[in-house]
DNA sequence: AAGCTTTTATGACAAAAGTCATGTTTTGCC
DNA sequence: GGCAAAACATGACTTTTGTCATAAAAGCTT
């Protein structure tokens, strides 16, 4: 398989200014910059494999990922879905670890390479950027902690309208009254995401659209009364 | 509630070594210590409340705490039990964010508080101590995320299983031929350790129980077979 | 020691969710 | 455009787990 290289320049990338690269000196921006490989990766290709060494620090450009652990019957949980601007691979950089978790593009993307080593060196030298870094592994650190509490307490039906306002926050794209995730998932990709079965995900979407909480729009979703998903989102006693 | 103060030097301190303070020069240490409070709290207290803003940082001395998130309906998720050398609310302070767990006594505890600015000013002009919290973090992150894969396709059996094998880790008190875990926990923590109900570990444990994989010694826990217990841990087809 | 509260235990039942089988639709590809 | 594969859908059924009721046991307090 052949790899399609690409160019960019960080200064000029779009998603410089909400990445965690914005406000670092032209200098060390241009330490990265000039170091960087980046490469265009089709859906379905691997970024990376749980349980290999991470030899650098990838950087979205375009496109969607997904970032996953296969437990031992194969069943897939998705730990994140990054968009452009979002940095991929750091937590195993940073603790010294393998990957714990498998990459695998969602949609079509361009992904930057920068070596660990130049990684670190910025890390090092600008204190204010690692500040920048703790600060955004604390904050994702706490989300998880509020994810797991809901995977241990909260039901299937919950948790799905759950994702459903979660990707909203992310994906959503306004319309006039509702809102339509730019995200392609499978009924898969759902139930990998929220935890449960490829089945579970189908009747509940159905029972969600038959409800008019949303509507599918080819293979993406409208969410249609985030209220009231939001109220199925939360408890059924509330 | 009167407050039991009690005093400790850092450099004496039995945790010094296996904590995150450990390699601090004697300077840095000495600053934490000189402007630390230790304060003695009993089985129940509460050390510091989801939804509060953090103003420093928690080192345990002596006892056991659990940190735990509380839903809607009242059910409790622990997300972690903290032990002597431990660090509690770091997270929050260092995602600048609210707690989003409130921290309980498990057992007695002495517990010393670091005033945030100081933990600051250490951790910003130590970048080795600021490397070793990003690791601590990080591998916490790894943890975290392996946890949520279990939460979300493992069943309440097997994570009962790894949850006490987990702790045969951290407080395990090797015998001849079995490992008594050395925490008093109610069946009630148990559940909110697993994420489950509280009948349900009751049933489990008993099975465990019955099938000399467990025994209960007073309100311990003795592991009588970490291998047998390790594949119930993993999966039944396994 | 008695009486209260809390914890542990057990049974019966209901609800939620997983699994398996099968069928339909969509998609990708030559 | 037609074929194969993948994705989506639905029904039937089983298993797991939660809930509620009740009771026994253990811990505290006076």
């Given at each position: 398989m052949q790899r399609k290289e690409f160019t960019i320049d960080c200064q000029l990338c779009t998603h410089?200014?909400?990445s965690l690269f914005n406000g670092l000196t032209p200098e060390d921006l241009s330490r990265i910059n000039n170091h960087k490989t980046c490469i265009q990766y089709k859906k379905g290709q691997n970024i990376f494999y749980e349980g290999t060494r991470p030899t650098g620090l990838f950087c979205i450009n375009g496109g969607k990922v997904k970032v996953f652990k296969n437990n031992v019957q194969g069943k897939e949980f998705i730990l994140y879905i990054a968009k452009p601007g979002d940095f991929l691979g750091y937590r195993a950089l940073l603790s010294e670890e393998f990957y714990g978790a498998t990459a695998t593009v969602l949609e079509d993307a361009k992904i930057c390479f920068i070596q660990k080593e130049n990684f670190f060196e910025v890390l090092q030298k600008n204190p204010v950027f690692m500040k920048k870094v703790v600060k955004q592994v604390c904050q994702q650190m706490g989300i998880m902690e509020e994810r797991m509490a809901e995977l241990a307490h909260k039901s299937v039906r919950e948790r799905l309208a759950g994702s459903l306002l979660m990707?909203?926050?992310?994906?959503?794209m306004e319309?006039?009254?509702?809102v339509l995730l730019d995200i392609a998932l499978s009924r898969e990709d759902w139930a990998s995401l929220v935890g449960t079965a490829t089945e579970t995900v189908i009747r509940l979407l159905s029972d969600f659209k038959s409800d008019e909480l949303i509507s599918f729009e080819g293979k993406k979703i409208r969410v249609l009364d985030p209220k009231r998903l939001a109220k199925q989102a939360d408890l059924i006693v509330a």
């Open positions: 410089l200014k909400d990707l909203k926050e992310s994906y959503g319309g006039d009254d509702s």
